[in-house]
């Protein structure tokens, strides 16, 4: 790299590139022993919940890990991000919720990479936050269903895209889970609303799952040319030294056109600036996961 002349801002930022894809091909990420369930909630809409599920997940499954993805949202973005069927006649997480149909009925292999799987979500899901309120062990269904097909298919990581509320649907990702990744937006009102995400997660803990813990906090769509970003950054890692994540998600027009391709950033363009963040935010999951196995 040292034939780069680095005394331009482009130059400089072309060698740091290429430094980063270097750093990151020559990594090998320890997988880990026990899967490891992570929701990814926030309740604001539009914080990049989807989108970093979709991009860790193909990111992970990129550097050889078995990865499942659960959608957990009406939208379906992340089964669209994925590439997988989701019209309203497939069968999804809808039927595993509500009609008890098996995981392995419904999940989809995405055509992105090998090793990564998708429950798809459909628009009926909509109602199931109204239809689990009469069933059995409503808050508990997503872990059930969860909890056999682990028993029949190994996955290394299962991520849970969550939709921008605090209803029955996240409280089932919640149960499912032992890890909590919330999503922030590096913007002004960024941590508006999270006490109540927090408190939220502590009453699920006491009540429904002890294991579950906020493992992993992402700033996302952070540019760096404003001062009013890295307050918002600095602020968080105030509040949660041990949670956030050293990478930060730059806001990138690539991530946010991958979607319309059914593609993550991750296959859509794999050395894009974005798609290199959402690589190192995997790898700093991954080797994180690995140093707490023995706190567990
Ligand atoms: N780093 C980024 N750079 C640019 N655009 C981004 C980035 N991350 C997400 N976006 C875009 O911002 C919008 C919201 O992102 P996303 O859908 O991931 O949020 P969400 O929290 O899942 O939203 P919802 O609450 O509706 O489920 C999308 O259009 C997405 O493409
Ligand atoms: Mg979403």
């Not at 959608?71 to 595993?96: I, K």
Request: proline share 5%; hydrophobic share 40%.
């Amino acid at each position: 790299m040292s034939s780069y002349d680095e005394t331009t801002p482009l130059a400089r930022e072309v060698a740091d590139i290429a430094r980063r894809r270097v750093a990151l091909a020559e990594q090998s990420l320890p997988l880990p022993r026990r899967t490891r369930v992570l929701t990814v909630a926030n309740q604001k809409g539009g914080v990049g919940k989807t989108t970093t599920t979709v991009n860790l997940a193909a990111a992970l499954a990129q550097t050889g890990a078995q990865v499942l993805v659960i959608d957990l949202d009406p939208q379906g973005n992340a089964s669209t991000a994925l590439g997988v069927e989701h019209r309203s006649e497939t069968r999804s997480v809808y039927d595993v919720i509500i009609n008890d149909v098996p995981m392995r009925d419904v999940v989809q292999k995405s055509p992105e990479f090998d090793g990564l799987w998708c429950v798809p979500a459909t628009i009926h899901l909509a109602g199931a936050e109204i239809e689990l309120v009469s069933l059995v062990a409503r808050e508990q269904r997503l872990r059930s269903a969860l909890e056999t097909y682990l028993a029949e298919q190994t996955f290394h990581y299962v991520f849970i895209d969550c939709p921008p509320s605090l209803g029955l649907l996240t409280i089932n990702a919640f149960v499912a889970a032992k890890e909590v990744l919330i999503p922030i937006q590096c913007e002004y009102y960024a941590l508006e609303g999270l006490s109540q995400l927090l408190n939220n997660i502590k009453l699920i803990e006491r009540h429904l799952n002890p294991d579950l813990k906020v493992s992993t906090i992402l700033l996302t769509m952070y540019d760096g040319r404003t001062n009013l970003a890295n307050q918002v950054v600095d602020e968080v890692r105030q509040h949660f030294p041990q949670q956030v994540l050293d990478t930060l998600i730059p806001r990138s027009v690539r991530i946010s056109e991958a979607p319309s391709y059914g593609q993550s950033v991750i296959s859509y363009d794999n050395n894009s600036p974005g798609s290199l963040s959402y690589r190192e935010a995997a790898s700093e999951i991954a080797i994180r996961g690995e140093h707490n196995r023995g706190a567990r």
